[in-house]
């Protein structure tokens, strides 16, 4: 690549590249978690002595290809609008090279903190800027890794990606160590590297006790109840063809009249299920409605809904008898998904991103569980609230929704649309730490997967899949046990205070580092 070589060397490209590679690999499909803890150790040893435009342009190249390799699969809704995202996304990269040579030469152990800092707060930024677009953040590629993603209650999942950013700068500062005192074979207790060392010490001890404690939780006495999660499989082409209506009807009502069999308290289905916009095909409605009346098990739904000439992306509860309890409109729209912003002055835009506009909802809707036949006042916090899509990668709304008193967290989406890649598993990702957030589970009824069952630690219990394993692109319905709750945790009260404490820690860092002195 001649043109790259005029602006890079091999061994930015090289250096680029590998941090790339690595923080890619640490994501789905490839989940191995470990290499996020390393990966960013080639970028960082490539910025090292770097003036800042060149730091820039180095972070930058990591951040194209990271985001290209983590995010293709938004081609296929815009190829465009990808491309532009991926430019915008990689600038925090930049942003963070530059950031990292102003920390040149300091031996503090302010540093590190300050380093780890400054990442955390450009993802916090980034995931709220504009609407925000908080996909692929570091701390999500560890949501298997449950020991350090415990500390989320505390931190959310900025606080996890500031431990993987402190453990890549413990791991080079040993390596730079090493190759600087070879016959140094062990740190001293006195080094500035203990201090960081034993931060993510206490994550790690704080997850143990935090999952003990779940633990010992399962054997309390807790309100309980049985959701079935259907997932119908329907190709993004066939949702809107309206000859194929019929048969998208036809294959939920065979999948769920199976999953009545094993008398759940609840059934759902996945967002925009219902084939067509609600009640404006009266027939197909009442088909519907019938169809409930005669399982006797109520039915939570997602549809499209039209009122005063707006379109709302909605999930309607409808009782056992087939008539609607209540309805949650979408509150956080996905910009270039649902609605195109700026559209008046930017017209174009309608040309690469071909949608119309939806009308965000105004209220935290928290729906009542609806009751077994014969069974007594419940209470006890046994109320549910819906996230629409992507709206479990946004945590405040989740938080939002536990404030107004939900014990339980149900996510209907359609990943139908990027085809059978990564993104429904990056998806998942997001809903993982939106239950260990508010110790709160979490059920997901997807149309494609991955539709699961996640409880308060963060584990996926129970998943939709075929006889191999697969999640996604298969037909099928799974009965999943949940227990609600009703403790709200200290994230759930408090927010993101931390990305406060990151701020305190990156300006102590500029100070010791010398740059505002008198």
Known sequence: MPFLRGIFSLRDILSSASAAGLFILAFPKMDIWPLAWIGLVPLLRGLDGQPPLRAFARAYLCGILFFGG????????????????????????????????????????????????????????????????????????????????????????????????????????????????????????TSPLAIP?????????????????????????????????????????????????????????ILTGAAAKEKPDLIIWPETSYPGILWEDKELFDELRGFVARLGVPLLVGSIVRENGQYYNTAILLSKDGEILRQYKKIHLVPFGEYIPLRPLFPFLEHIVPIADFTAGGEYTVFDFPQKEGAKSKGGG??????????????????????????????????????????????????????????????????????CSIDASGRMVQAVADERGKKTYVPGYAIMKVRFDRQKTFYTRYGDVFILACAGLLWTAVRRRGIFKR
């Not at 779940?214 to 063809?241: C, D, E």
């Not at 945590?395 to 649309?417: C, P």
């Open 382 to 451: 046994e109320y549910f609230s819906v996230l629409i899509c992507f709206e479990d990668t946004v945590e405040g709304i989740a938080r939002q929704f536990i404030r107004q008193g939900a014990g339980l967290l149900v996510n209907m989406t359609n990943d139908a649309w990027f085809k059978d890649t990564k993104e429904p598993f990056m998806h998942a990702q997001a809903s993982v730490f939106r239950s260990v957030e508010n110790r709160r589970p979490l059920v997901r009824a997807a149309n494609t997967g991955v539709s």
């Open 197 to 253: 060392a034993l931060v993510l010490a206490l994550a790690l001890g704080y997850g143990v006790i935090r999952l003990m404690i779940a633990r010992r939780a399962q054997t309390r006495p807790a309100p309980q109840a049985s959701i079935a999660v259907v997932q119908g499989n329907i190709a993004q082409a066939m949702k809107w063809y309206e000859p194929a209506w019929p048969d998208i009807m036809a294959r939920y009502k």
């Open 70 to 189: 983590t995010l293709y699969w938004l081609i296929h809704v815009t190829l465009p609008g990808m491309v532009l995202l991926v430019a915008y996304l990689a600038v925090y990269f930049g942003l963070f090279g530059v950031g990292y040579t102003f920390f040149a030469g300091s031996k503090t152990v302010w540093r590190l903190f300050g380093i780890a800092s400054l990442w955390t707060i450009l993802e916090f930024i980034r995931a709220h800027f504009l609407t925000g677009f908080g996909w692929a953040s570091l701390g999500y590629s560890q949501y298997k890794n449950l020991l350090f993603i415990q500390v989320a209650d505390l931190t959310g999942v900025y606080g996890v990606s500031f431990l993987v950013v402190l453990g890549n700068l413990l791991f080079k500062e040993i390596l730079d160590g090493i190759r600087e005192k070879p016959n140094a074979h062990k740190l001293k207790f």
